[in-house]
């Protein structure tokens, strides 16, 4: 099973609302990602969990919050979004990255947010 | 980070081969080069990865010219399923690391 299941599939969201993105992998992968896609535009990376553990953030404003509660589980609170944060957000799993540089990463469908 | 270079659209015809290029002339010896692909309304999927030698899979080949600057992705039969954006990506000490930093890729227009 290769499969990264990401819900909501849609999310509509006020900028006072708070709300979560899940994503769930069962491949036993210790390396887990968030995205950000915005229109017409490739994939920008947000975060990476290694062994549950916050490794990179690339300086994401604090409304965003990631969690790592277990190796399988990746969520994405938001808080006080702005519009300009509608995009669509993927999140991605992988063996934890060595220095060789060849893991694959396996990318959900992604969660398109749309803020009012 | 090593950068890449690829072309902004490519067009091809149903059952031929298409042959798409990524330049990438400040390449490090140890990068990996990654493609990645993104079909319509999905998340990104792993097509095929190389170093020095070409690489086959059963959904591409990869051919990595002799100095690493450049390579080419060949999809030997298109399909219409093959529509999508192709990302050409480096990995390495020099080509992002442990972060896949997708440049501004291909996008691959099939038609019947």
């Known amino acids: 099973d290769t499969e990264v299941t990401q819900t909501p599939k849609h999310l509509v969201m006020g900028m006072t609302n708070k709300k979560s993105l899940k994503c769930e992998q069962h491949m036993g992968h210790r390396a887990m990602y968030w995205y950000k896609q915005k229109a017409k535009k490739p994939p920008e990376l947000m975060f990476v969990?290694?062994?549950?553990?916050?490794?990179i953030n690339e300086s994401v404003p604090s409304r965003f919050s990631p969690e790592c509660p277990n190796s399988s589980l990746l969520n994405l609170h938001l808080h006080a979004l702005q519009p300009e944060d509608s995009a669509l957000y993927l999140c991605a799993s992988s063996q934890v990255p060595t220095l060789e540089y060849q893991e694959t990463q396996y990318f959900g469908p992604g969660t398109r947010l749309l803020v009012l | 980070d090593a950068k890449t270079t690829q072309p902004n659209s490519m067009e091809s015809n149903e059952e031929e081969p298409v042959h798409l290029p990524c330049n990438h002339s400040?390449?490090?010896?140890?990068?990996?080069i990654h493609w990645y692909r993104q079909l319509p309304s999905q998340g990104p999927e792993y097509v095929i990865h190389?170093?020095?030698s070409n690489v086959n899979n059963r959904m591409a080949s990869l051919a990595i010219a002799e100095d690493r600057k450049s390579s080419t992705l060949i999809l030997h039969r298109a399909t219409l399923r093959d529509a999508a954006v192709y990302y050409c990506?480096?990995?390495?000490?020099?080509?992002?690391?442990?972060?896949?930093?997708f440049g501004t890729g291909t996008q691959l227009k099939v038609e019947l």
């Open positions: 969990y290694s062994y549950e553990k916050l490794s």
């Open positions: 990506i480096l990995r390495g000490v020099t080509g992002g690391g442990n972060k896949l930093t």
């Open positions: 190389g170093l020095t």
């Open positions: 400040t390449i490090s010896g140890t990068d990996y």
